[in-house]
Nanobody
C-alpha cells in the first residue's frame, strides 16, 4: 500500500513562490503527478514526472512557472511554484500509480489528502 502526504501549502502574495512536497511510503517507483482543484471546479492536471525523473510534462497554465522534481532516495516529489497568480488558488494533490507519465487522473491509483494554496493579490 502506498500513502502520500503533501506539505508546504499556505498563503502567498501574487508573484511569490511556494514549494510543495509529497512524501510517499510503501512501494514508490511510480510516475507521480500533481493535480489541483479550485472551489466549484473540477480537478485539473498540473504536471507529472516520470519514475526516475527524466521526463516532466505540465499543463499550459503553469508551464514556465512550475517545476516538478523528485528525490527517490527520500521518496519525495516536489512542486516548485513561482510567479504565483490568484488563479493558482486551489487544493493541490499529489498522486502516484502509473508506470509512465500521464495527464489522466483515472490512471493514478494513490492520492494524498491535499494541501491548500491560496494566492492573494
Amino acid at each position: 500500500q502506498v500513502q502520500l502526504v503533501e506539505s508546504g501549502g499556505g498563503l502567498v502574495q501574487a508573484g511569490g513562490s511556494l514549494r510543495l512536497a509529497c512524501a510517499a511510503t510503501g512501494r514508490t517507483v511510480f510516475a507521480m503527478g500533481w493535480f489541483r482543484q479550485a472551489p466549484g471546479k473540477e480537478r485539473e492536471f498540473v504536471g507529472t514526472i516520470s519514475r526516475y525523473g527524466s521526463s516532466t510534462y505540465y499543463a499550459d497554465s503553469v508551464k514556465g512557472r512550475f517545476t516538478i522534481s523528485r528525490d527517490n532516495a527520500k521518496n519525495t516529489v516536489y512542486l516548485q511554484m513561482n510567479s504565483l497568480k490568484p488563479d493558482d488558488t486551489a487544493v493541490y494533490y499529489c498522486a502516484a500509480g502509473p508506470l509512465t507519465v500521464t495527464r489522466r487522473p483515472t490512471e493514478y491509483d494513490y492520492w494524498g489528502q491535499g494541501t491548500q494554496v491560496t494566492v492573494f493579490s
